[in-house]
């Protein structure tokens, strides 16, 4: 996989996507179908559900190269070895700045969302900060409230 596939496709290949396609539900926030379909909504979605992977990859790493024999193949750490012909710790440090770089895009992104009546951008601002949370959350467990990744 190439990096640019992995952009597009990363965003699917855990659960983010779901935790952001049920906040109507999970932190009622009704947004309406035109609202979702506006292309700067989109693509603070999108930057949050990879934000949250590009996380997972990095805590994940050292668990996914111990137990499988491609060597975290999904893994955006991994794929930046291949394709930048990097060093593993090299890989870490590009990665982490990739992960940093969206939470920057996802602020810079999210500033530029309140286009609609009150009402619609009060409710966006519950939905950039429910994702917020998302991402946070997500760092949260995975380095605090489970066992699930050794951190060394």
Request: with cysteine; charged share 25%; glycine share 4%.
């Amino acid at each position: 996989m190439h990096l640019d596939e992995y952009y597009e496709l990363r965003q699917y290949l855990g659960a983010a996507y779901l935790a952001t396609d049920s906040l109507d539900i999970t932190a009622n926030i009704p947004l309406s179908d035109e609202v979702f379909s506006d292309e700067k909504v989109q693509r603070i979605t999108q930057i949050c559900r990879n934000t949250i992977c590009f996380a997972n990859d990095l805590f994940s790493l050292g668990k996914e190269m111990a137990h499988s024999h491609l060597g975290a193949e999904f893994n955006l750490v991994t794929i930046l070895v291949r394709e930048r012909d990097l060093s593993i710790e090299s890989a870490i440090y590009e990665a982490v700045a990739i992960h940093d770089q969206s939470v920057e895009n996802f602020i810079k992104i999210s500033e530029q969302i309140y286009r609609f009546d009150e009402k619609t951008n009060r409710l966006l601002e519950k939905y950039v900060a429910a994702m917020g949370f998302l991402m946070k959350g997500n760092i949260d467990w995975s380095t605090k409230d489970i066992i699930r990744y050794p951190h060394i």
